[in-house]
């Protein structure tokens, strides 16, 4: 009852539902774009590879330019409960503003690709698209989940890296998108490369595409809580200062009660 007596912060609620929700929405319609039967695009290229490739380069600059916005800078751009789970075991959030995280990204990534298969109508729904829908490739679930836990793995490892080192913290968001970028291209035949519960969950409503789903409900958290473990194991938990992706100098943080880098 103490942490739910804790001052409730409905803004950043909001703009963590917002972000993935226009996360949510770049993945739709980037996959109808280089993934729809009759894209001018996915005609005019060929290859499978290098389609994924500019589809990741495409989700890796749309995460960069969510986690860099005055809103994600403000909300911390968790975009992802995995995130938001770690940071609250490593006590950098407090459970209430935890539990509301939660429940907006998950209700934001529905939103999102609802308003967009509103919008496009039959081809968001077309077997070639399926709603961005995350799931098992043809290797099968054992091989999708080793996938999801070594992306989510890398991810929580380089976050955390990054964003307590004292002199490249700012390039945080740079390095997530990057990252993000190189999965879609290499892991996605495999997983899909979700490493997002509310991810799969929001394109899962509306397609009815369940198949693996507890997959990406458990491995990506349970990844991302190894991968800090181990962070804490070799730097102690004093290591990780805050909880934001970015720590703009102008904006202050609900969560360390400081501008700028936590750890200047």
């Known amino acids: 009852m103490e ?3 804790q001052p409730l912060h409905w803004p950043e609620y909001g703009m963590e539902a917002a972000l993935l929700g226009m996360f949510m929405m770049s993945a739709c319609l980037f996959t109808v774009l280089f993934q729809f039967r009759a ?10 590879f290098v389609r994924r490739m500019i589809t990741g380069i495409s989700m890796g600059l749309t995460a960069i330019a969510l986690i860099y916005s005055p809103w994600g800078q403000r909300s911390g751009a968790h975009l992802n409960p995995s995130v938001t789970l770690t940071f609250l075991r490593l006590g950098k959030i407090e459970r209430a503003d935890a539990i509301f995280y939660f429940l907006f990204q998950f209700l934001g990534a529905a939103a999102g690709v609802c308003f967009v298969a509103l919008a496009l109508g039959s081809r968001i729904a077309d077997p070639s698209v399926q709603y961005a829908a995350t799931y098992p490739g043809s290797a099968g679930s054992t091989i999708a989940a080793m996938g999801e836990f070594i992306v989510s793995f890398l991810q929580m490892t380089i976050v955390l890296t990054v964003s307590n080192h004292p002199r490249f913290s700012r390039l945080t968001g740079l ?4 990252m993000v970028a190189i999965y ?3 892991e996605s035949p495999y997983s899909g490369m979700s490493m997002n519960p509310a991810r799969t969950f929001g ?3 509306p397609s009815g595409i369940w198949h693996g789903f507890l997959i990406y409900l458990i491995v990506p958290p ?3 809580l190894a991968a800090a473990q181990v962070f804490v194991w070799r730097k102690g938990v004093s290591a990780v200062h805050c909880c934001k992706l970015d720590h703009a100098p102008t904006i202050a943080c609900i969560f ?4 700028g880098n936590a750890h200047e």
């Open 175 to 178: 390095a997530a998108g990057l």
């Open 184 to 186: 879609i291209t290499i």
């Open 222 to 224: 349970v990844a991302m």
């Open 3 to 5: 942490h739910l007596r």
């Open 256 to 259: 360390c009660g400081m501008k």
């Open 39 to 48: 894209s001018p695009l996915r005609e005019a290229i060929p290859s499978a």
């Open 203 to 205: 394109s899962a409503l």
